[in-house]
């Protein structure tokens, strides 16, 4: 297992920092942009959903590749998660440039529902952010006793977000 240096470290963990706080900060900014000119491109929001889906199976399947002792095969689905997760963020920000939010229509307990599934896939989307990076960080440097051990972590919390996200956009499809 090799190890890296203690700058090297510093560095990562102060960028892992600074792209924890700065891509929700980035995303929130954003979201009060609207590109003039450019119609709405409503033919996103199935797009990036399929993106979550295909998230949330490629990630058990990078679990199930590692407990099998597949450690290429992982490394390859997890990197292309990271991916997917980059190009999903550019499309749901592309999305609301040239779109209002969607209310929600449903009413009654549902609605209730709808609420508590999209403000705990916002929030934990935030949280899973410096997870993703650590984990990937101990990773790459070599640090599989380290990486195992938050993985255990960040597997649920961006399994939870990649499901919740294709469940918000069934829920509000309707309304669209």
Do not use: C
Request: net charge positive.
């Amino acid at each position: 297992m090799s190890q890296i240096s203690t700058s090297t470290s510093k560095k990562y963990t102060v960028w892992i920092w600074i792209l924890s706080i700065a891509i929700p900060l980035a995303v929130a900014v954003l979201f009060t942009i609207r590109i003039p000119g450019v119609e709405r491109l409503g033919f996103l929001p199935p797009i990036y959903a399929s993106i979550n889906a295909l998230t949330a199976v490629l990630l058990v399947t990078a679990v199930i590749q590692i407990r099998r002792g597949n450690r290429i095969a992982h490394e390859r689905l997890m990197k292309i998660n990271i991916m997917l997760s980059v190009i999903f963020l550019v499309m749901y920000v592309a999305y609301h440039m040239t779109s209002d939010s969607t209310p929600f229509g449903g009413e009654g307990v549902i609605r209730y529902v709808y609420y508590f599934i999209l403000l705990s896939h916002i929030l934990l989307s935030i949280v899973v952010i410096p997870f993703v990076l650590i984990t990937y960080v101990r990773a790459i440097s070599g640090n599989f006793f380290a990486h195992k051990k938050i993985a255990r972590i960040t597997f649920p919390l961006w399994l939870y977000v990649a499901v919740t996200g294709v469940i918000v956009y069934l829920m509000i499809s309707p309304y669209y």
